[in-house]
């Protein structure tokens, strides 16, 4: 037998979220019904070709995401853009998956008010990134807009609808 104690465990659903941590000889691992898991420490993860946005498990991400319908649809310049935010939430960030055209791209989804981000960067910096935010359109009005970065290109977006 390990010791044991309650946190919360990703990616499972809030419901089977409550989960013992055991530790036995040095490992670390959780039960969830009748399997086990090893942990893994937080950190920046590498799905292969570098760096992900602070998301541990690339592939469990993108598996556990299947379980939240896509958010709205957008169109950039050609590329279609949509987005399955879970609800596994980290120091304010959602963890997710955005799908640009047939690429899955996961990372971290923030918003407040009427900006926000999906795996912010600066428009020069290479990568996927989608963003948004008020912007004056003259002295009387503004309007939210929607800009897709890939590498150093951006793309202007309009929601679409499924």
């Known amino acids: 037998m390990g010791t044991g104690r309650l946190l919360a465990v990703y990616p499972y659903p809030i419901e089977e979220r409550q ?15 009748d399997q ?20 541990p498990d690339p592939a469990g991400l993108k598996e556990y995401a299947k379980r939240f319908p896509p958010r709205s649809r957008y169109l950039c310049g050609g590329h279609t853009v949509s987005f399955q935010i879970t609800d596994f939430v980290d120091a304010g960030h959602r963890h997710g998956v955005m799908k640009v055209d047939d690429q899955e791209e996961v990372g971290l989804y923030w918003t407040r008010g009427t900006s926000g981000n999906f795996n912010g960067k600066g428009s020069r910096e290479p990568g996927i990134a989608f963003a948004w935010g008020v912007h004056r359109v003259d002295d009387n009005r503004s309007e939210i807009r929607w800009f897709l970065n890939i590498d150093d290109q951006s793309f202007t977006c309009i929601r679409g609808r499924y």
């Open 19 to 33: 989960e013992v941590l055991w530790i036995t000889k040095g490992r670390q691992y959780i039960s969830v019904g």
């Open 36 to 55: 086990q898991y090893d942990c893994k420490s937080w950190r920046r993860g590498d799905d292969g070709a570098g760096l992900v946005w602070g998301i």
